[in-house]
Nanobody
Framework: VQLQASGGGLARPGRSLRLSCAASGFTFGNYAIGWFRQAPGKEREGVSCFVGGGDSTYYHDSVKGRFTISRDNTKNTVYLQMNNLTPEDTAVYYC????????????????????????????WGQGTLVTVSS
């Protein structure tokens, strides 16, 4: 399993960035892909997830309405479009999957929000740094 995240950089508040996660080494379309972020001094937290074999998506409340996850199974790539960025979005962003959980997104939902921790996903790519600053 290989996951390669890219697209991070410096953005001003209110602007946008699009992250990409290119995957290889497994049957991409069958497995959920999650995006996580880790800010300095904080735990890694789930941001969004796209199921495998379907079109359901999940978001943490902190990004709902601003971030959009999508996937292109022909390119084995998942994207995270991040709009209206704030300094609180500054973090290293990671993509992840877990081949023991075919199709569904690991983690849990409570109310309208998706929650996942590092322990919920087994395979990780290297991170890409997103810095939001004026």
């Amino acid at each position: 399993v290989q996951l390669q995240a890219s697209g991070g950089g410096l953005a001003r508040p209110g602007r946008s960035l699009r992250l990409s996660c290119a995957a290889s080494g497994f049957t991409f379309g069958n497995y959920a892909i999650g995006w996580f972020r880790q800010a300095p001094g904080k735990e890694r937290e789930g941001v969004s997830c796209f199921v495998g074999g379907g079109d359901s998506t999940y978001y943490h409340d902190s990004v709902k309405g601003r971030f959009t996850i999508s996937r292109d199974n022909t390119k084995n790539t998942v994207y995270l479009q991040m709009n209206n960025l704030t300094p609180e979005d500054t973090a290293v962003y990671y993509c992840a999957t877990d081949l023991s959980r075919r199709f569904r997104c690991p983690g849990s939902t409570f109310g309208s929000s998706w929650y996942a921790t590092r322990a919920d996903f087994a395979s990780w790519g290297q991170g890409t740094l997103v810095t939001v600053s004026s």
